[in-house]
Nanobody, 122 residues
Framework: QVQLVESGGGLVQAGGSLRVSCAAS????????MGWYRQAPGKQRELVAE???????NYAESVKGRFAISRDNAKNTVYLQMNNLKPEDTAVYYC????????????????WGQGTQVTVSS
């Protein structure tokens, strides 16, 4: 079974920084794109940033220049460094990954973490 476990997040003042991490574990053959989405109250979940296995990144326009996504393939972990945070960044942040498992799970599936709250006070 594949799991994504997030850590980090919390409460920070506007202009501050936070880093969230997400580690994939379980019976994993390959991990393709890893990324972060967020969902604010009353809004749809939206892509924040994603990174391919080779390191190609993609960011939402609203976070370009402030957030940086990276991954450690040896640790099956993706990170999101969030700088110059704004109150509008307040949301639950979800880790996402496309993972091929092994054995009976040897297909390319879409997996989500449980979410971590990021709150930015003004």
């Amino acid at each position: 079974q594949v799991q994504l476990v997030e850590s980090g997040g919390g409460l920070v003042q506007a202009g501050g920084s936070l880093r969230v991490s997400c580690a994939a574990s379980g019976s994993i053959s390959s991990i393709y794109t890893m990324g972060w989405y967020r969902q604010a109250p009353g809004k749809q979940r939206e892509l924040v940033a994603e990174v391919t296995y080779g390191g190609t990144t993609n960011y939402a326009e609203s976070v370009k220049g402030r957030f940086a996504i990276s991954r450690d393939n040896a640790k099956n972990t993706v990170y999101l460094q969030m700088n110059n945070l704004k109150p509008e960044d307040t949301a639950v942040y979800y880790c996402h990954a496309e993972i091929r498992g092994v054995g009976s799970a040897s297909y390319r599936g879409s997996y989500w973490g449980q979410g971590t709250q990021v709150t930015v006070s003004s």
